[in-house]
């Protein structure tokens, strides 16, 4: 941590909570924001850039899920904290934040108060995690034997991009495009997205980037 000031970059694609959350903590002389992004891969790159202390991570943003944006920025600066703020409560969301490197995951629907612990939990090395999200944990660790794989599971880094982008709503020649791959690949990616995934088409392929918290069902 950086002095007595945490430095706090804010990675939200939604513009009013990710202002509303600058305006909360500018407030505070123990906090500075020192950077606000609406994507994954910025919220990489200026995590890079700026080396913040806490990444206020959002999950389901465009060009990156923030699963994937916090195992990136864990991989590059494992000092760095990513606090994941997120609406969603359920497994399918919590385990795979915490398996990138995620060191507290937060409810949108908790108050500044909880938002400031959190930040200050996560800044001096502690785990926070919102009492929801607590539960699910452990009535996961208590039942993890028992639970069978996912299919999605067996996904690689690569079928995962490919199926945020599909989540996002974009076609194969645009996908082929941003990932700098020919048609043919990602129609071979897809394929077998599909197969793991026993998604007849695309929208079950989009119903899976879903549930998987690559992409926000809003």
């Known amino acids: 941590m950086s002095g007595t000031i945490i430095r706090v970059l804010l990675a939200e694609d939604h513009t009013i909570v990710r202002e509303g ?17 609406a994507d994954g891969v910025s919220a990489v790159e200026y995590a890079m850039a700026l080396k913040p202390d806490v990444i206020v ?40 934040a915490i398996r990138a490197g995620a060191n507290g995951y937060l409810l949108k629907g908790s108050g500044l108060s909880d938002l400031v612990r959190a930040i200050l939990a996560v800044a001096r090395g502690d785990a926070f995690f919102s009492p929801e999200v607590a539960g699910v944990l452990l009535s996961d660790h208590g039942e993890a034997s028992e639970k069978p794989p996912s299919p999605a599971d067996a996904l690689t880094k690569r079928e995962r991009e490919v199926l945020t982008l599909v989540g996002e709503g974009k076609s194969t020649p645009e996908i082929a495009k941003f990932l700098g791959l020919s048609v043919k690949t990602i129609e071979g990616h897809r394929g077998r997205i599909m197969a793991k995934l026993d998604a007849g088409n695309v929208a079950g392929m989009v119903r899976w980037a879903i549930k998987l918290g690559l992409v926000s069902a809003d």
């Open 21 to 37: 959350l600058r305006a909360l903590l500018d407030v505070r002389e123990d906090i500075e924001v020192v950077g606000e992004v």
């Open 57 to 96: 991570m959002d999950l389901g943003m465009p060009r990156l899920n923030g699963v994937d944006a916090t195992a990136q920025v864990k991989q590059q600066l494992p000092d760095t904290k990513v606090l994941v703020l997120s609406m969603y409560q359920s497994e399918d969301f919590v385990r795979p």
